[in-house]
């Protein structure tokens, strides 16, 4: 078995912390000869990719990692990828939509604790990252606290515990005890596919709170937004009477911007069919995303848009095609 040990930063190998702030430490010793343990599992080689806070990571950094492992497909049986906890759920989200093809396990893991804290929850995250590298689930999954999640549903839930990430649509993809339990629901492999990364980062998400202005979200458009999340209440309402955001949902459709519906609730999924507020925003052109994350949500957007550039047929609707199907089991359709 050979894995790539891909570093990106993150807590992990962070140093400070109390009083001074954390910060990504002088790379200087590699991760495998700090937990030599994890030679017993398989021939691991590292790359040390970037060293930075993950507050930091931008899409192009998603679109480097994803061609990283895209190029070396072939090479490793396995890839495991240490990142900071606040956008993993975001850089899992956009690789699990950048490698579409995957036949073999890309592992995303991190810490709440340094490895060298005593408290540190580093090793066991990293043993177990690796132990799933060299199984055969073919998906981007988040290693964290015994759990395997699906990438692209997971979110960070925890800032203080050590279960960082939950994905509350879907259960976890495998659970480690004294063994590993895999569920059920893990894909099967998918033929490989070629590399694309193409993307859109102008894109808005956007929190219905009541009170919000549309006036605000009719700026956004002026200033030339290519695509809006809209995190709306419960199954996906809007407001519609005071401060309605349907005027600005048509303007949006006007312009061929789309706008995806998710929902603020961590449970449950958008049905723009079961309030005023939700049917107002389907009839104004708004596409309902489901059980999505916002964190997916928005990634698929940014690659739909990216593609789309040169697609005939509208942005809008490449978005309505794309978020009406699963490409990594992101939605339960
Ligand atoms: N701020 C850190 C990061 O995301 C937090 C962590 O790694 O847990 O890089």
Redesign the pocket.
């Known amino acids: 078995m050979r894995l790539l040990l891909i570093h990106t ?3 992990l190998m962070m140093r400070g912390g109390d009083p001074t702030p954390l910060e990504p430490d002088v790379y200087t010793r590699d991760l495998v000869a700090e937990l030599p343990v994890l030679r017993k599992l398989a021939e691991i080689e590292t790359k040390i990719l970037y060293n930075l ?3 930091d990571f931008q899409p192009h950094h998603w679109v480097e990692l994803a061609e990283t492992v895209h190029a070396s497909l072939d090479r490793y049986d396995g890839f495991v990828i240490v990142h ?4 993993m759920a975001y850089t899992a989200s956009a690789l699990a939509f950048l490698l579409p093809g995957l036949d073999r396990p890309v592992i995303l893991t ?3 604790k340094p490895l060298a804290d005593v408290r540190s929850d580093a090793r066991t995250n990293l043993v177990d990252a690796c132990h799933l590298a060299t199984t055969r689930i073919p998906e981007v999954g988040i290693a964290f606290h015994s759990e395997l999640l699906r990438g692209c549903r997971a979110t960070k839930l925890d800032a203080w515990g050590m279960k960082a990430f939950g994905s509350p649509a879907c259960p976890p993809l495998a659970e480690l005890g004294l063994g590993v339990n895999l569920a059920g629901h893990v894909l099967a492999p998918r033929p490989r596919a070629s590399f694309d990364g193409r993307l859109e980062p102008h894109v808005l998400a956007v929190r219905t709170f009541p009170g919000l202005d549309p006036r605000l979200l009719h700026g956004a458009l002026a200033a030339g937004v290519r695509g809006m999340v809209i995190e709306a209440f419960g199954a996906g309402n809007v407001p519609r009477l005071e401060n309605s955001l349907v005027p600005v949902l048509e303007a949006a459709r006007a312009a061929d911007v789309p706008v995806v519906i998710v929902s603020q609730s961590t449970r449950g999924a958008v049905d723009l069919t079961r309030y005023h507020g939700g049917v107002a925003a389907a009839r104004a052109g708004a596409i309902g995303a489901g059980d999505m994350t916002t964190e997916a949500a928005l990634t698929k957007l940014m690659i739909v848009l990216g593609r789309a550039a040169d697609e005939t047929g509208g942005r809008a609707s490449a978005a309505r095609a794309a978020f009406a199907a699963s490409w990594a089991g992101e939605i339960s359709l």
């Open positions: 930063g993150g807590t806070d993950s507050a900071g906890t606040d956008t991190g810490a709440q």
